[in-house]
């Protein structure tokens, strides 16, 4: 049996992050190496399900999180052609209690800090920064990385948390993004500068044909994020640029003026086309494995990314403690409930970016969806995706 002591973890976003946590809290040492000069986050608004809760809970920083969250009261999809209510469903005190947990939205900047503040206080965590991995060699006895300085590290196990573009996953499938051609901008807005009517304290989500747009608040209130999303008329590669103003308004022409004015709002946008990958049979091998968008990148359709993520490192912890620390039954246990959950997010997730941007008659049949559905429909179906916690992370869902 082989007992993991010293682990490897390349990438140190969220997932990165809550992968080291997750580690050191069952007594593994854990370096951690991140490419960019310093551990942080770029981007906006995420939200969390109660799935994510629990996992923050799990690694013991679920208090910290919810005082820098923003508890929602509803989540709504609007139509944005003629602005009229599509569904609701509500996110308060009966929400909370069938799920044991709570919907909210938060910066990500500040639940990458939650994770990552809980980490640097475990003694059994080291990070490198500026450390672009190149070459990963396994042996028998051990698993190195080398990074393009000629600098070696070397553990027991290797888990890749390193995002859609992973080194360690490319060291073990050589499989390539699938590029969505969706394009999606971002921006964080004053709350001064938020139309008043738009201030509502849930995702809102406007549905048009072809496109979409997405704002909820910040920070108490403060800010409100705005993301917004369309079909690329242009071939797209899978990266992050600064955006224009002039494009994004060029996409949504067509689009009521009451979801329409949030357009003129932000300074500077962020542009990111989009790519997630075909889910894998299997992520790596008895002394790797992947984490987050390293074994599962996903659009953003239904704000799971960061969710998935928090889940993984908490199973993989669990994992090697079910296991009493067997590295091969642990990572075969962890990868036996992780692929087929979030290979469902991955097709889900392309399924609900259809039905956002659905146009002409699939456009009215997707309104006629959800016509009649109480609360607690819709509270059962989605038993499958929040109803996760810690004490049935090991068990298929």
Known sequence: MMKAIRAIVVGGGIGGAATALSLARQGVQVMLLEKAHEI?????????????????????????????????????????????EVVSIETGQAFREHFGGPYAVIHRVDIHATVWEAAQKQPGIEYRTSTNIVDIQQSADDVTVIDDQGNRWTADILIGCDGVKSVVRQSLVNDTPRVTGHVVYRAVIDRADMPEDLCINAPVLWAGPHCHLVHYPLRGGKQYNLVVTFHSRNKEEWGVTDGSKEEV????????????QMLDKPTTWRRWATADREP?????????????DAAHPVA???????CMALEDAVTLGKALASCDGDVARAFALYESVRIPRTARIVWSTREMGRLYHAAGVERQVRNLLWKGKTQDEFYRSMEWLYGWKEDNCLEPR
Do not use: C
């Open 249 to 260: 308004l060029s996409y949504f022409e067509g689009i009521h003026p009451r979801p329409r």
């Open 300 to 306: 953003q359709y239904m704000a799971q990314g960061a």
């Open 40 to 84: 942080g986050e770029i981007g906006a608004g995420i939200q969390l399900g109660p799935n994510a809760f629990s996992a923050l809970d799990s690694l013991g920083v679920g208090e910290v999180a919810r005082e820098r969250a923003v508890f929602t009261d509803h989540i709504t999809m609007m139509d944005a052609v003629n602005a009229e």
């Open 280 to 292: 894998l049979a299997k992520w790596g091998n008895e002394r790797i494995t992947l984490v987050g």
